[in-house]
């Protein structure tokens, strides 16, 4: 069984506050349990709201996070070098991780100025590596950020792309007609192997495309794939992106 859960919040900046302790948290129970925190990140608007508020110094989650026991990956990246303006690289070291003590060797982003498939390769031996994984054996990470897009997409996998179907890859690079573009993802299995799995949405943009994903028919868009095998669900979404959901249930559970 698959724990969801659907928590609406007022308005964009309460989101990012939600968003913020639930990060807090997740991080805190993993660094007692096993002395490290994994957590993979997503880029876009919504998100940066997030790491700004996780680094600023006057509010009080900074205080409460062990940076140096954290360690910060990437669930997608465009492929651009770590500098350019639409790297999800650059967007979090700019909003977050440039602001706190990390050390420099708990940052695993993605190279995404190598061609595609070197790119995802490449992350792949380092997922492989750092989780110490056998063949079968997928990462687990403490937590994953996600986005929905207005085309139902999340992470880099698109509606229609042959990555949906991949089942042994960790990382993919997937050619995305309507970008003309290659994206490097992390993978469907990967996605859904986490322990708590958060969508951040906000604005009324989001509305038609989350209620259809939440309450229109299933297997139709990739968000709704990610379904985690053992981990927790949490969708977060702003007023302005529930407007057009028909329930305002706090939580559900789906097979």
Not at 82 to 91: G, L, T, V
Request: net charge negative; proline share 7%.
């Amino acid at each position: 069984m698959t724990e969801v859960t659907i928590e609406t919040i007022p308005d964009a900046p309460g989101l990012a506050t939600r968003a913020a302790q639930i990060f807090s948290d997740c991080c805190r129970n993993a660094v007692a349990k096993k002395n490290s925190f994994t957590v993979a990140l997503s880029g876009g608007s919504t998100p940066r709201q997030l790491y700004e508020l996780l680094a600023d110094e006057k509010a009080e989650f900074r205080e409460q996070i062990p940076w140096n026991q954290c360690h910060f990956f990437w669930t997608d990246e465009r492929p651009v070098a770590p500098d350019h303006p639409d790297s999800n690289y650059r967007m979090t070291w700019d909003a977050m991780l440039r602001r706190v003590a990390v050390p420099e060797g708990n940052i695993h982003r993605i190279q995404g100025e190598k061609p595609p498939e070197d790119a995802a390769s490449n992350y792949e031996e380092e997922l492989r590596t750092f989780f110490t994984l056998k063949n079968d054996e997928r990462p687990a990470f403490d937590l994953v950020l996600l986005g929905l897009g207005e085309d139902g997409h999340t992470a880099s996998i698109f509606p229609g792309t042959e990555v949906l179907n991949e089942t042994t890859r960790l990382v993919a690079a997937p050619w995305v007609p309507k970008l003309n573009s290659h994206r490097i993802t992390l993978t469907l299995p990967v996605l859904n192997n986490a322990a708590t799995t958060i969508f951040l949405v906000s604005g009324d943009s989001k509305a038609r495309i989350l209620h259809e994903v939440l309450e229109g028919k299933p297997a139709i868009f990739p968000s709704q794939a990610i379904q985690p095998t053992s981990g927790k669900l949490v969708w977060l979404v702003d007023s302005a992106a529930a407007a057009r959901l028909h329930t305002t249930r706090a939580s559900t559970t789906e097979a």
